[in-house]
């Protein structure tokens, strides 16, 4: 599967998936990494790993849909098949999302549907909540709404600080991208009723408990 990976800024998730693309047998090939940001940090990991990678400036067009005409012409020059959105800090219109439905997916630093938009882990931390992480999703109209893929959670501890978080739910999203990234690209991923069905083992193991139950 011919993959496009969109950033806007140092591109962490950019790495974790060309790292796993990287092994010979991963099912999914990494073509072109696209930033909207002159000096985006990430193109220097598309570099590392020899991968095309350009700058689509978004300041340097006149509208949204001049932007995104650009935007397309380079996914279909180079035969992109799914785009994966990763730290794309750029909402896409309804007319580009349609054209790319079931074939643009995202990662979210909370468990969607809770926190949807920014600063999800200082929202997390104001809530309370004991358990925070991160979610894969396809891209739909509505900003962070589309149908969850796959989801890790990460423990909120007490003496946490957003930083802190950030960093936990971070090493997360490094393993759960490039996993859902395998199972689109070995097509166990399918949109049913609004809902991603996703053919994997699931294994029944021991739920993640914060407070540690065994404390
Ligand atoms: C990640 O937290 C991702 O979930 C969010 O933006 C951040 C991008 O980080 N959408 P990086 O550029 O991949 O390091």
Redesign the pocket.
Known sequence: MRVAVL?S??????RSLLEAAAEPAFPAEIVTVIANRPGAG?LDHAATFSVPHQTIDHKAYADRAAFEAALTAALEAAAVELICL??FMRVLSAGFVRRWQGRIVN???SLLPLFPGLDTHARALAAGVKLHG?SVHFVSEGVDEGAIIGQAAVPVFADDDPDRLAARV?QA?HRLYPHCLRLLAESRVRLAGGRAVVEAGGADGPALFNPDPGA
């Open positions: 950033i800024g140092r591109g962490s998730n950019l990430g990763a730290g990662i979210h630093p991160c971070l999203e």
